[in-house]
DNA sequence: AGTTTTCTGAAACATTTGTTTCAGAAAATA
DNA sequence: TATTTTCTGAAACAAATGTTTCAGAAAACT
C-alpha cells in the first residue's frame, strides 16, 4: 500500500557526482544539483539527505568506480610489470584528455581539511590504490622487472603521488606533451 | 585637499590571503574576509575592488612571497646541489608542519579551471619555479653532483610536479614519515 | 476499485551571499 | 581655520543559498 521511489537513485548520483567534479563542493549550489539530476529537492531530501550526504554519496560511487577499475585490471591476466605500465599510461590518459582530472585529488585539496567523513572516503581510496601498487610492483620485483633495491611500500607510496603532481601541471600548463615525457621518465626510472 | 586610505592595504591582503588559503575561493565570505581584515565591505570596494579582485590580489602576493623565497635561495651562496636539497627538505618541513599547505595547489584545483586570471598567475609562478631548478639542476650537473643523463628541463618539470603529490599525501594520511621516506627516495635518486 | 501510504512539484522559508548606498567623520590642503 | 575632498561605518539591497512545507498525484496493496 505505498509508492515507490521514482527517479533512479544511481543515475541521479552520478549526474550530482558529475556536478561535484566539475564545480567542487562549494561552488555547486542545490539547483545545480537538482536540475542536473533531474528530481526536485524535496524528492532528494526525502531519499538521500542533504548537500553534504549527497556529496559524500558521490565521493563514495567515484571510489567504489576507482575500486571496480583496478579489480578489472587485476583481472586481465597480465604481467605485474605490464599492469602497472597500463596503469600508468591510462592516468596519463584521464589527465590529458578528461576535462575534470581526477575527482579525488580536486577534493582532498578542498574538503580534506574540513569534512572528515569524505576525507575518510578518500584515505580508503587512496589506501586501496596504495594495497594494490604494492603487491604489483612486490610481483614485477619477483619477476625481475623491477629492481628490487627498494621497499614495495614505499614505492607505492611513490607512485601513488606521482600523478598528482602530474594534474597539477596539467591544470597549468595544457601541456599534454610534458605529461607524457614525465611519465617515460618515471617508467625508465623504475624498469630493470 | 583630501583624506588618505586609513588601513594598511598590505596587511589587509595578508589577511585576506590567510582567510582564502584556509577556506577556498568559495568557500570564504565577505563577511569572513572583511572580518579578518578588519574593514569594512565599503572601504574594500571603494579601493581594492571586488572579491574576485581581492582574490587575485591575494594569490598574486603568494606568489610575490614564493618569488622572494627563491631568490633569497639563490643569493644563500650555496652549491646548487644543496640549495636543491634544502628546498626539497624545506618543503617537506613546510607540507608536515604549516597548516594548510602550499596555496597554489589547492587554488589551482579549486579555480584552475575557471578563473583565468587566476591561473595566469599561478602559471607564471610554476614557470619562475621551474626555470629556478632548471638552472640549479644544470648547475649541479656541471658540478657533477646529479647524473647528467637527462635533460635538465625534464627534471625540473618532474621536480615541480612532486611536492603536489607529497601535499595530496599528507592531507589524507597525516603521516609525515611517510612523506619524508618519499623525500629521501626522491634525493637519493638524483644524487650521483 | 477502494484504500492507504508515499512520492512529487511548486512555492515558500529564513539565512547568507556579494555588493551598494549614503550621511557623517576625518584629514590634507589653502 | 576654513574648505574641500575622500574615507569609513552601519545599514540596506537584491539575489542566491540550503532547506522545509504541503496539497495533490501516483501506485502498491487489499
Request: glycine share 4%; proline share 1%; aromatic share 10%.
Amino acid at each position: 500500500m505505498a509508492r515507490n521511489v521514482e527517479f533512479n537513485e544511481d543515475q541521479a548520483t552520478q549526474k550530482a557526482m558529475e556536478v561535484f567534479w566539475e564545480k567542487g563542493y562549494n561552488g555547486a549550489s542545490l539547483r545545480d544539483l537538482t536540475e542536473a539530476m533531474k528530481i526536485n529537492s524535496s524528492s532528494l531530501y526525502n531519499t538521500i539527505g542533504d548537500k553534504q550526504e549527497l556529496f559524500l554519496r558521490s565521493v563514495q560511487r567515484y571510489a567504489d568506480d576507482r575500486k571496480k577499475d583496478i579489480k578489472r585490471r587485476l583481472e586481465s591476466g597480465k604481467s605485474a610489470f605490464n599492469i602497472l605500465i597500463d596503469y600508468i599510461n591510462d592516468a596519463v590518459d584521464v589527465i590529458t584528455t578528461k576535462k575534470n582530472g581526477c575527482m579525488a585529488v580536486k577534493m582532498a585539496f578542498e574538503v580534506g581539511h574540513t569534512d572528515k567523513r569524505v576525507a575518510d572516503v578518500l584515505k580508503a581510496d587512496s589506501d586501496f590504490a596504495f594495497s594494490f601498487l604494492r603487491d604489483l610492483i612486490k610481483s614485477a620485483m619477483e619477476e625481475g622487472s623491477i629492481a628490487a633495491d627498494e621497499e614495495p611500500e614505499l614505492l607505492a607510496d611513490y607512485f601513488n603521488s606521482t600523478w598528482t603532481g602530474w594534474y597539477e601541471s596539467y591544470i597549468l600548463h595544457k601541456d599534454g606533451e610534458k605529461i607524457r615525457r614525465m611519465a617515460q621518465f618515471f617508467i625508465k626510472q623504475i624498469s630493470k
